[in-house]
């Protein structure tokens, strides 16, 4: 049932192309210019008042949700909070009926994000949930959704599950930005073209697997690693290093690439791998002076660059390319070859890639 892959995981990883095409097969309708996704339509009003979007979510849908923050706030100008469900719930926060709650999980069955659900509803929040799992309880418990269509995934550290949901919310926030005036005709238009486009350009990324895997080869015993994003790109950063974490046991640390000198920095050395996003258009100019930065402490770079970057190239020990889409997209193309280096760590080291040890699919206890 692994379709002749060696784990599940990779597996997942390469159905990512089909897997996004899925989530917004029939909602996206690129050449008219329409995103139509029932659960939203049926309740615009709510969120086109709605005072701020809280997200709430626990580890890798954390993550998407903070790509949501970035993408809510930037297309539909609505403020966003990104909380973990397990804080959320127990911090007495303030939610009114004007906030809507938007509730990411893959599994649906999460007990800190279930419990945080029923918290919100309790206080008067519209909830609105993100799921795969077609019928978990989260999905029942919330008043409406938008599942991401990825199909099962089976290996416990989440890949497919991240980039859908990554494609559900940047559809709500492309449909509220096309609402609300916030994004003009033109650029709406433009970004369901390039959407579109996704699905050709993972596939086209996962044909650089086996330079991944030579990276992956480089680095495999290292004991701990930096991942640096800025932008759209600092929650990859994140998931990054959480993927490796996972299923590697390698520690590794995300961060936005600015924060870098106000402390990770003194951890840098010959010995520390250090994973930078550097794409195009997210604060180029800026990720280029941390890239020089880390060299001058003699630390070793593998850069995330946009087709046809020639000055990180000049610095970094290692060029991954991703295909050239727009900023706000960037992180459904960046995501996977950090995937697939953790994949290939993890299995130079012989780990247990779909089990990985204490973790558990879907985490039913708090
Ligand atoms: O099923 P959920 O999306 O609610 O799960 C949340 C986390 O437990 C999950 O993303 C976890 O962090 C994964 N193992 C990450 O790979």
């Known amino acids: 049932e692994k379709g002749g892959y060696d784990h599940f995981m990779l597996k997942e990883i390469y159905e990512q192309p089909k897997a996004i095409t899925d989530t917004y097969r029939g909602r996206m309708l690129a050449d008219e210019g329409i995103i139509r996704m029932s659960g939203v339509d049926d309740n615009l009003q709510k969120f086109l008042n709605a005072d701020r979007i809280i997200i709430i979510a626990c580890g890798t849908s954390w993550h998407a949700g903070l790509v949501g923050e970035y993408l809510f706030e930037d297309m539909a100008r609505i403020p966003v909070e990104v909380e973990y469900a397990s804080e959320f719930r127990y911090r007495n926060p303030i939610i009114t009926s004007k906030d809507v709650v938007i509730a990411i999980s893959q599994s649906g069955e999460t007990a800190d994000t279930l419990a945080a659900i029923k918290l919100a509803k309790s206080k008067g929040a519209f909830v609105f949930g993100v799921c795969n799992v077609v019928g978990s309880s989260i999905a029942r418990e919330t008043h409406a959704g938008a599942y991401t269509h990825a199909g099962p995934e089976i290996g416990v550290a989440s890949t497919k599950a991240f980039t859908t949901q990554i494609t559900v919310l940047s559809l709500i926030a492309l449909k509220l930005g096309e609402e609300k005036g916030t994004l003009s005709k033109n650029v709406f238009?433009?970004?369901?073209?390039?959407?579109?486009?996704?699905?050709?350009?993972?596939?086209?990324?996962l044909k650089i697997d086996k330079k991944v895997q030579e990276i992956a080869r480089v680095y495999k015993d290292a004991t701990?690693?930096?991942?640096?994003?800025?932008?759209?790109?600092?929650?990859?950063?994140?998931?990054?290093?959480?993927?490796?974490?996972?299923?590697?046991?390698?520690?590794?640390?995300?961060?936005?690439?600015?924060?870098?000198?106000?402390?990770?920095?003194?951890?840098i050395d010959e010995n520390m791998p250090i994973f930078v996003i550097a794409t195009n258009k997210g604060h180029y100019e800026k990720v280029v002076s941390n890239i020089q930065e880390i060299k001058a402490r003699s630390g070793k770079i593998i850069a995330i660059v946009t087709e046809g970057d020639t000055e990180v190239k000049k610095i970094a020990d290692h060029v991954i390319e991703i295909p050239e889409t727009e900023e706000a997209l960037t992180p459904l193309l960046t995501t996977i070859p950090l995937q697939l280096l953790s994949y290939h760590i993890a299995v130079f080291l012989e780990k247990d890639v779909d089990q990985p040890r204490n973790l558990a699919k879907a985490v039913t206890v708090e």
């Open 189 to 205: 238009h433009t970004y369901l073209q390039r959407m579109q486009l996704i699905p050709g350009k993972v596939e086209e990324l």
């Open 224 to 267: 701990n690693c930096l991942y640096l994003g800025r932008g759209f790109n600092f929650p990859v950063a994140l998931e990054g290093a959480l993927k490796l974490k996972e299923i590697s046991y390698i520690h590794a640390e995300g961060y936005p690439a600015a924060e870098m000198k106000h402390g990770p920095i003194a951890l």
